[in-house]
């Protein structure tokens, strides 16, 4: 029964990580509402009072930028990224495990940890400094959209991390469900 043991802590593993990415992504979803609240109110201060503020402006990108990258474990939890479907929907189960377990350990962990590695850098380099937006009137604190970008592909990873251990339970115990 050690092996059962084995399988269910996998799998509480699997569910931490799912969950974390799941609530994370629900809360950034809520992100896409306030970049449409800020271009709007962008659209609407430049064209009709003839006025904007470089705030304004990067805020919609900043916005855009947490979105983007702490929505890549939730789009990976919810199968939602590019893959080539013709070779992977003909599979069976096990081989579509087998095809996930090689893309996560050769593509994508090593992928992830190289942009976390590259990324720290410039972050730690951002905050020692203080960096803050070069324009007048726009964002101070730049360090905390720039840590966006390794605490994005952490979760990616982490995401990664548990296909990875899906896809061992389906080799090792056949198709399994979530």
């Given amino acids: 029964m050690p092996e059962r043991s084995l399988y269910k802590y996998l ?9 974390a990415n799941f609530w994370l992504g629900r809360g950034v979803a809520w992100l896409t509402v306030l970049v449409v609240l800020v271009v709007f109110a962008n659209v609407l201060m ?10 304004m402006q990067e805020l919609e990108w900043h916005l855009f ?6 929505g890549g474990g939730y ?22 495990a087998w095809l996930n377990l090689i893309g996560v350990l ?8 190289l942009v976390i590695l590259t990324a720290l850098p410039f972050v730690i380099s951002s905050l020692q400094m203080g960096e803050g937006s070069p324009n007048p009137g726009g964002i101070p604190c730049r360090f905390i959209l720039k840590s ?8 990616i990873a982490l995401q990664g991390i ?3 251990i899906r896809s ?11």
């Fill in 65 to 70: 930028a947490a979105i983007f990258l702490l």
């Fill in 162 to 164: 548990a296909m990875g």
């Fill in 168 to 178: 061992v339970l389906t080799i090792a115990w056949g198709e399994i469900d979530g």
């Fill in 46 to 55: 430049r064209y009709v009072l003839r006025s904007s503020f470089v705030f």
């Fill in 11 to 19: 799998r509480l593993i699997c569910r931490v990580i799912d969950g």
């Fill in 148 to 155: 966006m970008i390794p605490l994005g592909f952490l979760l």
């Fill in 106 to 113: 050769l593509f994508l962990l090593p992928g992830c940890y």
């Fill in 75 to 96: 789009t990976l939890f919810k199968d939602g990224h590019v893959r080539v479907d013709i070779v992977y929907q003909r599979l069976s189960p096990k081989g579509r």
